[in-house]
């Protein structure tokens, strides 16, 4: 049983550890509107095209976004649901706790 625990603990952690920049975390709330593309995000996040780029590669590496291509564009969505639910708990919790409308 305490094996089972220690994978449940373990898988927590590492989400957590790929959530744990707000670039990440706004990445992530904007794709839980619906398919972005690079330059969707890039409109919405103020950060550099080469740096955005590497954090959507590591969400996508970590399982936590798919991506498709279309033409030039790669377009980026939530793949696993549960990073999505997380990131949505902890920010609406923290905004309430801080009284951010």
Sequence with gaps: MNDEKT?????????FAVL???IRLRIISELCQGERNVGQLLGSIDV???NMSQHLNMM??????GKRRQGAQMFY???EETAAMA???VCTQVAIDLDVN
């Design 48 to 50: 550099a095209q080469p």
């Design 87 to 89: 990131c949505r708990a």
């Design 77 to 79: 969505r939530i793949a």
């Design 7 to 15: 994978v449940v603990f373990e898988k927590a952690a590492a989400l």
């Design 60 to 65: 996508y590496r970590a399982g936590i976004l």
């Design 20 to 22: 744990s920049t707000p």
